[in-house]
């Protein structure tokens, strides 16, 4: 099966830069994908990564080594807008539906 | 707005009731994924659809069933209801030239058993 660990919760202040780590087990892997969901709302997706490296967008960026099963998502010139929940996932065995982390809740703070 | 569409927004029912959850995948979407979000157990799984068929199943209980009709709304049914059932639940959608690993999510039923 499939599990996935990442920090419960992270904060920082304005401004600052933050890392949420992911690490995970699969039994097949296909990628890593990231989201992200405010208080109340839908998840949305922000990244996906299949192959080893750094992927940036804009203010976030993330990062795979698929040899250390480990991900991460950084986030820089933190707003406050950016206090939210952030999940990793990867694909179910059979490569078509997501399995999510438990989340990792960001709050931001001036 | 993600173009998914879930009804209702809220229910409130008791426990032993059934309810029904509803979802309209955004246009030209095939695959149909719900969701159950609770406190402690984070977004879980339940089960997927692909152009009427079911793809994939997670944790789903037994008490639950899902289906999806030739216009590719889904009904996500649930029976005989616990406490424990109280959460949001999600329908998603994804393209069939995106992957399945981007996922559009609807705004979610929130589900409270008394």
């Known amino acids: 099966g499939q599990s996935l660990e990442q920090p419960s919760e992270v904060t920082a202040v304005e401004g600052a830069i933050v890392q949420i780590n992911c690490t995970y087990q699969?039994?097949?892997?296909?990628?890593l994908s990231w989201y992200q969901q405010h208080d109340g709302g839908a998840p949305t997706f922000l990244s996906y990564?299949?192959?080893?490296g750094l992927e940036e967008t804009g203010r976030f960026s993330s990062f795979l080594s698929r040899s250390d099963s480990y991900g991460y998502l950084l986030l820089q010139e933190l707003q406050m807008k950016d206090s939210a929940s952030y999940f990793c996932?990867?694909?179910?065995?059979?490569?078509?539906?997501?399995?999510f982390g438990k989340g990792t809740t960001l709050s931001v703070s001036s | 707005d993600s173009g998914v569409t879930q009804t209702p927004k809220h229910l409130i029912t008791a426990t032993g009731q059934r309810v029904t959850l509803r979802c309209s995948p955004r246009?030209?979407?095939?695959?149909v994924y719900w969701y159950q979000q609770s406190l402690d157990q984070g977004l879980q799984f339940l089960i997927q659809?692909?152009?009427?068929?079911?793809?994939a199943k997670g944790n789903i209980l037994e008490r639950f069933s899902a289906q999806q009709f030739p216009d590719l709304h889904s009904e996500l049914n649930l029976s005989s209801l616990e406490l424990g059932d109280s959460a949001l639940y999600f329908c998603a959608s994804s393209s069939p030239s995106g992957g399945q690993e981007k996922l559009f999510f609807g705004s979610g039923t929130q589900l409270s058993v008394l």
């Open positions: 996932a990867v694909l179910n065995q059979a490569g078509t539906a997501l399995i």
């Open positions: 990564n299949a192959l080893d």
């Open positions: 246009s030209g979407d095939l695959s």
């Open positions: 699969t039994s097949g892997f296909y990628g």
């Open positions: 659809y692909y152009n009427g068929e079911e793809r």
